[in-house]
């Protein structure tokens, strides 16, 4: 038995309905299955119109699955990759900078509850955050944050 065709709409709508995408993302993952004759383009836009796709819905999403794990700057170049315009990414900029160092320390202390005994292990704690996409600023302020000492008795 053949599998009937899926329209492009119907398959745009299957993969809203498993999580928000960006303009850019949904474009490259029906691009596979367009035929000649379809536009892509119009039925994004037809998307938009009946408010399927949004961009502002789609960066909610990405910075509330991110935001437990990672820094302000690996989330917003994640966003610059999806080709959202800069007035939404100054957005979400601006509620993300308010949360940075309480995520960086949840992140940090999650990773590392002690705090580190030698320059060697401040170092590798440093760098997992910087890895993470934290601000130099907010590293240092992590850093810097009380902890529980290894020979304090507490582990």
Known sequence: MVKP???LKA??????????????????????????????????????SAKYLSGERF??????????????NRILAELQSHGLHADEIAHVKEGLRESELERALDVLHRKFPLAPVDH???MKQAAFLQQRGFSSNT???AMRAERIFPDDGAA
Not at 17 to 38: I, N, P, Q, W
């Open 5 to 7: 065709q899926i329209s």
């Open 11 to 48: 398959r745009a709508l299957r993969y809203l309905s498993m999580r928000e995408h960006s303009r850019a993302e949904l474009a490259r993952k029906l691009s596979r299955y367009a035929e000649d004759g379809d536009d892509i383009q119009s039925l994004l836009d037809a998307l938009e």
């Open 59 to 72: 960066s909610e999403s990405l910075v509330h699955r991110r935001q437990a794990r990672f820094g302000n």
């Open 120 to 122: 060697k292990e401040k």
């Open 139 to 141: 590293i240092q302020a």
